[in-house]
């Protein structure tokens, strides 16, 4: 990959870079697509990346099916998929860790600690085995995002970062490669998610600025369904994720939530009027 990459950048092409743990949906799609419009050459990268998982979480059931991701990949304009064993990105002896501080103290830092020391060591080194000149994420992940921009920028990495919108199913539910885990009824359930945010948000719109408020309704909705559990609810400034007890500015409302044993989040971003 490293060797293909150098050649990519010899012949000037522009390089497109979308990093997935497979098990790809229309939201990774999305992501695919766009960097085909932008890019001379697509890289997928398809990697379940056992240094972001916890040691209580799903990695071993984790769904992979690479045959179908590279069929898919292929259909929404990849050239390459790229999907290395865990030992060619972490030979023996690999104790390099990548850490970027604030932002990943809060929120899914904090539910999952490690989580992001993982992410942003293996997004490192796949830009620097990929040497992308842009690269696709996902709002959906917004703390992740938010993350890797801003190690782009402390590093002087020269891709530049694209986040674009979250890709839900017909009730709203994001899609997510975790979805597949649910019970139909808890599929039902998992509507609660984007309900909350939107009521949240139409909070907002319409004048309220206590974050308290707005939160305690929120959680009032998500309890309606009887196998939700909240893990954390938040509103904080989209930029920092620090919380905002009175809101203003562009805002992030955070959820994450078990339904069941399934861990889901979203996320929605309102500029307060
Ligand atoms: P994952 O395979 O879950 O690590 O996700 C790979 C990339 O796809 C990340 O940048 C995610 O934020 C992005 N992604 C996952 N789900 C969605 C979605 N529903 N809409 C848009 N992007 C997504």
Redesign the pocket.
């Known amino acids: 990959m490293a060797l293909v990459s150098q050649q990519l950048a010899r012949q000037g092409k522009r390089v497109g870079l979308?990093?997935?743990?497979?098990?790809l949906?229309?939201?990774?799609l999305?992501?695919i697509r766009r960097s085909a419009s932008q890019n001379d050459a697509v890289i997928v990268t398809v990697f379940v990346n056992p240094l972001q998982f916890g040691p209580r979480e799903d990695f071993a059931r984790y769904p992979r099916n690479l045959a179908r991701d590279v069929r898919l990949s292929r259909a929404a304009g990849a050239d390459i998929v790229f999907a290395p064993s865990s030992r060619a990105l972490y030979p023996s002896g690999f104790q390099t860790r990548i850490d970027v501080d604030r932002l990943s103290e809060r929120w899914e830092g904090r539910s999952r600690p490690g989580h992001f020391r993982g992410v942003a060591t293996v997004v490192t080194l796949l830009f620097q085995v990929t040497r992308p000149t842009n690269a696709?994420?996902?709002?959906?992940?917004y703390q992740?995002?938010l993350i890797i921009q801003r190690l782009a920028r402390d590093l002087q990495l020269s891709v530049k970062v694209h986040v674009?919108?979250?890709?839900?199913e017909p009730d709203g539910v994001?899609?997510?490669?975790r979805n597949a885990y649910l019970t139909s009824a808890q599929r039902e359930q998992a509507a609660v998610l984007p309900r909350a945010l939107r009521a949240a948000r139409a909070r907002i719109l319409a004048g309220e600025r206590r974050a308290r408020s707005i939160l305690s309704r929120v959680r009032r909705l998500i309890r309606q369904a009887t196998d939700a559990r909240i893990d954390y609810a938040a509103i904080v400034d989209a930029r920092t994720l620090e919380p905002q007890p009175r809101l203003h500015g562009r805002v992030a409302i955070l959820l994450a939530v078990w339904i069941g044993r399934t861990r889901l989040i979203d996320n929605l971003l309102v500029d307060v009027p």
């Open positions: 979308v990093p997935t743990m497979g098990a949906h229309e939201g990774h999305s992501l696709y994420f996902g709002q959906k992940d992740q995002a674009l919108p979250t890709v839900r994001a899609m997510s490669s």
